[in-house]
């Protein structure tokens, strides 16, 4: 019996070995070689098969015995890596519990669902100690709305280019109603945006200072009170399409107004710091660590970061 098992053993670990290493195994030419029936070598390759399932809910490696049917033989596939490494997930964790983006309960399911999906069985419990007690202590945005539905529906009218009309909450509590081109969601300083072309020369006019311009006006999505995803289409050509990469690199806590060019002088300690809060922002010259710099912005949220940085920086006119 015993060596029986040691037979079995060392044809598994054989076999096994020949997958690993990218071989086709053909049931035929291994049953031959160990001297075994032909199912004898299908049940080897069904617990390596069972083997590499079990593994691959503590690792994440989802690897499999595939079946060629043109050459007529088995080999190993790795089909995609579903589960995050135990970091990873503790990052994205933090980065989103600092968002402060969500009501506490649906924080507290998204996190869990992330959890239980992405990370091995036998480290969730790990990641969960991790962030427990940022979870425990987490505060939700003021407004305590339940947003994530209206965000689909704008994502699926982005994508298939429907006009939508809303009625909107502005911050002094007027609400106004408005017919727009939805062209992208972006998420900046705890709240998630959609930002939009309007499609009402009459409302631009009142509301507005900057008539025919070429970017879209910004909506808080937790403020709109109603949405309406209409049947009517617009049309944008793939090399007119809305980039709302370039777009966020040029603005500043989501406040509206022109494209402009600013220019000042930086005298603190982490250059580093600047250029990432202005990512389209350029050394001009550096001298005893002044720095003098420039910068394409959109709108006029440039100012209030100016203003919060009191005596380290000073416009050049």
Not at 121 to 128: D, F, I, R, S, Y
Not at 171 to 194: C, H, Q, W
Not at 230 to 259: A, N, V
Request: hydrophobic share 40%.
């Amino acid at each position: 019996m015993g060596e029986m098992n040691n037979d079995k053993m060392y044809r598994v670990l054989g076999l096994y070995t020949k997958f690993v290493k990218g071989n086709m195994v053909f049931k035929q030419e291994e049953a031959q070689y160990y001297g075994v029936n032909e199912k004898s070598i299908q049940r080897d390759i069904e617990d390596i098969r069972k083997y590499l399932e079990d593994e691959g809910h503590k690792t994440g490696d989802i690897n499999t015995i595939v079946y060629d049917r043109i050459a007529k033989g088995y080999h190993l596939e790795k089909v995609y890596k579903i589960k995050l490494m135990n970091e990873e997930l503790l990052a994205i964790c933090k980065i989103l519990l600092d968002s402060r983006a969500f009501t506490k309960n649906e924080m507290h399911q998204m996190l869990q669902k992330l959890i239980e999906c992405c990370v091995p069985e036998g480290n969730q419990k790990l990641v969960a100690d991790l962030i427990r007690n940022e979870e425990f202590h987490y505060i939700e945005p003021q407004h305590k709305n339940f947003f994530l539905d209206k965000m689909w529906e704008i994502g699926q009218a982005i994508r298939n280019q429907n006009y939508i009309e809303v009625d909107y909450k502005k911050i002094d509590g007027t609400l106004v109603n408005r017919k727009l081109k939805p062209a992208a969601i972006m998420f900046s300083e705890y709240y998630f945006y959609m930002t939009a072309f309007i499609d009402d020369d009459d409302a631009v006019r009142v509301d507005f200072d900057v008539l025919d311009d070429l970017f879209p006006t910004i909506y808080r999505i937790d403020r709109i009170q109603k949405l309406k995803v209409l049947d009517k289409k617009y049309q944008i050509l793939y090399k007119d399409r809305f980039e709302e990469g370039e777009f966020r690199k040029r603005i500043q806590f989501m406040y509206g107004g022109r494209l402009r060019n600013v220019k000042f002088e930086y005298l603190g300690s982490s250059i580093e710091a600047v250029l990432d809060r202005l990512p389209t922002a350029k050394i001009i010259s550096e001298c005893d660590g002044k720095y003098i710099l420039q910068a394409e912005v959109f709108g006029d949220g440039i100012d209030m970061w100016i203003r919060s940085q009191g005596d380290l920086i000073n416009i050049i006119n």
